[in-house]
C-alpha cells in the first residue's frame, strides 16, 4: 500500500473501518466469545469482513486482534502466532488498496502503584503482539480504547523495542478525563513526547460527546490526530443492545471533526459498513490542513494526573528542591531505611506551598539509589498529582526510576560528562521524559555566558545526532556563587535570553546558588529571580515555602502578561498583607488548608498507610471505641474521597490509595469491633457476567464495599449466571453485583435477574460497568443501577436500608 507516514503528510484525509464485533456475529461468532480465537477457526469471516469496510471506503482496516494479548488470551495461547494470522488475513484482505493496522487494545491490567504488573512487564506482554504483527504485515501498529497512559506507555515501548512501525494511539474518556484522572491535555502531551505518529481517541460516546476532546487535540496538537465515535450510546430494545445513531447522521456529525483538523476519522462501537460509507462520502473531495495549535507547549512534564508547560507563554513552575537528603539528618536516615513517610510530607508541604513539579535526590551516604529511587518515585505517583524531576547522577537509578514512572517526568540532568549522552539520551527520547541539559564539561566551570553556549551547542549536536527531539530539552542557565563570580547573575541573564531567541528553548536553574555567601540570601534569590523571568526563565529548582520567592514570582507573571486577568494572582493574594503591615505575608489562598479534620481523617484521605496504626494506636490508648474510630473518623474520611471523587477533584489513583489505606484501618479494628459487637455484615456476591474478561471496575467497588463493611465474595469475570446465582442462595447474600464492559456481554446481566426471580431469593440485584446505563438496568428487571466504585456503596447501602 505504501508508506503510512508519508500518508500522515499528504493532503488526504484518512478514513478507517468500523466495529467488527456485530458482524462476526453474523457470521457466527457467539456471544462472550473470543473474536480472535473464533477468527483463527474461521478466516473466512474475517476476511469478508475486511472486505466489506474496503469496499465501503476505509483506506485503513484494522485486524482482529484488539483483545490479543497474553493477559486476554486463554493460557498457553500462541500469541505471536495468533497476532501475525490475524495481520495476515488483514494484509490478503487490503492487498495494495488499503493500509493495515495492528489493533492493540488494554490488558485489563494496571500498571504499579495501581495495580500489581509493572511497567516492564507490561511492555514484555505488548512485545510478544506486535512481534506477531509485525511479522504478518502491519503498516502501523493501533492502540485502542485505553483508558490509562501508563499501558499506553508500555505499548508506545514494546512498539521501539520491536519495529520501526508508526504508531497510533486512542484515548477513551470517561467525561473529562480517563479512567485513571487524565485529562486530554495530558494524554496528549505525553504521546508526543513519546513521539507517536497519530494521536486519537475512541469509544465511550458518541460524536457530540466526544467534541470536547476533539476541540482540545486541535488547539495542542501539532501530531496529526484521529477520531473514532460510537454510534451514539447504547441502549437496549427487544433483549437486544442497539447504538442509535444511524449512518447519516453519524457521518455528518463525525465528518465535522474534519473542521477541527482531524486526519483520521471513523467509527467505534455500533458502527458498520453502511457508517463507514456515508463518512467516506462525506468527506469526499475534502482535503486536511493541520491545525495551527496555539496552546502547544514548548516542553511538557507530565504526571498521570497533570501537565505542566515549561516556556513560551506558560508561567514559570516552581521546582521543588526540599525531597533532597543534603543537609537533612532525618530524612537521610528514614532514606537509609528504606523509609519515605518524610519525603512523602516534605512533597505535600511543597505542594501546598505552590510547587508545580517536585524534584526527587536520594542521595545520600549508605542510600541505594537504584532501588530507592524508584521506589519513592512509585510512593509519590500514589499520593501526588504533580509531575516529578527525577534528580541523581546515578545512571542506573534514573533508568529504574524512569520504569518506575508511569507518564514522561522531567530528569535532571545530563552533561557533558563522557558517554552521559550516549547512555541517558536515548533513554529519555524512549521514554518521552524531558531532560535539563547542564552546560558542564571537564573540570572548569563555564563563568561566562559565551562559554556557557559554547558547551550547550555542543551538546544540542550530540543530541540530534540521537534522533533527540527539542521537545524534550531544557537547558540549565547554571547559577553560579555571585559572591565569588561578580559576573554570574549577568551570565545567567545572557544566557536564558539568547536560548529563548536563537533557539527556542525553556531554561531553568538552580535559584539558591547565586546567593551563597551573602546575609539577606531572601532579598538577592528574590530579585535574581524577578531578573530571570523578565530574561524568559520557564522554571527554577527552589523552595516553595519561601514566601517572598512566592510572592515576587506571581507578581511578575501578571507584569509579563503570563497570568490572564491577573486570575491566579488575585486568587492567591486577595487578602495579602505585607510583612511591615504586622500581618504577615502569607497569601490569603494559603490559609485555604486542605487539613481539614482529624489526622486519623486526613490519614484516610491522604492515603498515608504508614501513619495509620500508629494513629489508632494513640486513639485507643486515649480510651476512644473502636466503633467510635471507625465511624467518626475512617468512614467519615473514605466518605469525603468519595465526594471528591464524584466531583473529579480526585481519580482512581487517590480512590485506591485511600481505600487501601481505609482497608488497613478497618482490618486493624476488626478483631477489637468483633469482641463488641456481635452484627453480622451484609453480604454481597459480585462477578462480572459471561462472556466478559474485563474485571477492573469490579474489582475497585468490591474494594470500596469491603471499605464499607460489607462481606463480598468476588467470583471473578466471565462467571456464568447459573454460578453467580447458586452462590447467592447457598452464601443468602443480601445483594448481587453484576458488572460488564462489552456491549456483547451486558445482555447476559439479565439471565441472572431472570434466574434470581424463577427461584425466588430475596437478594437484590445491583448492575454497572462502563456501557451499563439506568434505562438499561430498569429495562431487565434489577434493582439498581451504580454509575461507578462509590455510588456502588450508595447504592447497596440503600438496597439493604442502609
Known sequence: MGDFRKALTDAGLLVFDGAMGTLLQGRGLAPGQSPELFGLSHPEAIVATHREYIEAGSRVITANTFGGSRYKLPAGTDVVALNREMAHLARQAAGSTAFVAGSVGPTGQFVAPLGKVT???????????????????????????HFD????????????????LPVAVCMTYEGAASLTGSAPEVFVDVMENLGVDLIGVNCGAGPDDMRHVGEVYSRRLSTPFFVKPNAGMPRLENGQTVFPMGPEEFAEKTARFADLGAKALSGCCGTTPAHIAALAKALSGRSWTRPEAPDRPVLAVASRALTVALGGKSPCAVIGERINPTGKAELAAELVAGEYAKALAFAEEQAAAGASIL?????????????????????????????????????????????????????????????????????????GAPFIL??????????????RLAIIEELLAQAESLRIPRRLI?????????????EAGLACLETIRHCREAWGLP??????????????????????FAMCLGAGLAAAIANPNVARLMETGAACEVLLDRDPQAGRFIERYAGWKSSSSGGGSAPAAAAKSEEGGSPLRQAVIKGRRAELDGLIDAALAEGRSPASILSEELIPGIMEVGERYERKEFFLPQLLVAAETMRAGFTRLEPLLAETSGAEKARIVMATVEGDIHDIGKNIVCLMLKNHGFEVIDLGKDVP???????????????????????????????????????????????GGAVVTAAFAKSIGADAHAADAVDAVRQAKALIGG
Not at 474 to 486: E, F, Q
Open 438 to 451: 547542564l552546560p558542564l564539561k571537564g573540570r572548569k566551570l563555564p563563568v561566562t555566558a559565551a562559554e
Open 119 to 145: 511497567l516492564r512487564e507490561l511492555v514484555a506482554a505488548f512485545v510478544e503482539q506486535i512481534r506477531g504483527l509485525a511479522a504478518g504485515g502491519c503498516d502501523l501498529i493501533v492502540g485502542e480504547t
Open 474 to 486: 531544557l537547558v540549565d542557565a547554571l547559577a553560579l556563587t555571585v559572591s565569588s563570580k561578580a
Open 721 to 767: 449466571a447459573a454460578r453467580i446465582v447458586d452462590e447467592a442462595q447457598q452464601r443468602k447474600a443480601d445483594i448481587i453485583g453484576l458488572s460488564a464492559l462489552m456491549t456483547t456481554t451486558m445482555v447476559r446481566m439479565e439471565d441472572t435477574v431472570r434466574l434470581v426471580k424463577e427461584r425466588g431469593l430475596t437478594a437484590k440485584v445491583m448492575v
Open 507 to 528: 531554561t531553568v536553574l538552580g535559584l539558591s546558588n547565586i546567593s551563597f555567601g551573602l546575609p539577606a540570601r531572601e532579598l538577592v534569590n528574590a530579585a535574581f
Open 149 to 164: 497512559v501508563a499501558e499506553a506507555k508500555a505499548l508506545v515501548l514494546a512498539c521501539r523495542e520491536v519495529c520501526d
Open 359 to 431: 524534584d526527587v535526590n536520594v542521595g545520600a551516604p549508605m542510600v541505594d539509589e537504584t532501588k530507592t529511587l524508584p521506589g519513592l518515585a512509585l510512593e509519590l505517583t500514589k499520593r501526588q498529582r504533580l509531575p516529578l524531576c527525577l534528580d541523581s547522577n546515578n545512571a542506573e537509578a534514573l533508568t529504574n526510576a524512569l520504569w518506575a514512572s508511569p507518564a514522561t517526568p522531567l530528569v535532571n540532568s545530563i552533561s557533558g560528562e563522557p558517554g552521559r549522552m550516549e547512555l541517558l539520551g536515548p533513554l529519555c527520547r524512549d521514554h
